[in-house]
């Protein structure tokens, strides 16, 4: 049962809630897919895409619930990341939490072992 995670501005999630479905942010619309990180990979996502970015959300979402539209492709040095071709239900969402800056302007990563 791995989690894969999102971090997007508030914005977005909250269309996303408003809609129920998410088909993607700027750059995942531009790609045809959504992107998605594993646990391991969510630091260096947040870091390299999201630093300086205030308002931000993460949500988990259970990959095996996905179907076979989520494609695990190559990506960062040839480790495989979660790509959903397909848009996402909110129903699908198993939860949510803000995701603030760290003092060094990085956002606050939350234990993703929490549920």
Same mark, same amino acid.
């Given at each position: 049962?791995? *989690? ?18 998410? %088909? ?40 095996? =619930? ?5 494609? =695990? ?6 480790? %495989? ?12 969402? *198993? ?13 606050? %990563? ?6």
């Amino acid at each position: 049962m791995p *989690l894969m995670y999102k971090i997007l501005p508030r914005s977005e999630w909250d269309a996303f809630v408003a809609s129920g479905t998410f %088909l993607g942010s700027t750059v995942d619309l531009q790609d045809g897919y959504i992107h998605f990180s594993y646990a391991h990979q969510v630091g260096e996502t947040s870091r390299k895409y999201f630093s300086g970015q205030p308002d931000l959300m993460i949500f988990a979402v259970e990959a095996d =619930n996905l179907g076979p539209s989520l494609k =695990n492709e190559p990506s960062r040095g040839g480790d %495989l990341s979660p790509h959903l071709y397909a848009s996402l239900a909110l129903a699908a969402v *198993l939860w949510s939490k803000k995701l603030p800056l760290a003092l060094d302007g990085t956002p606050a %990563l939350p234990s993703l072992d929490e549920v």
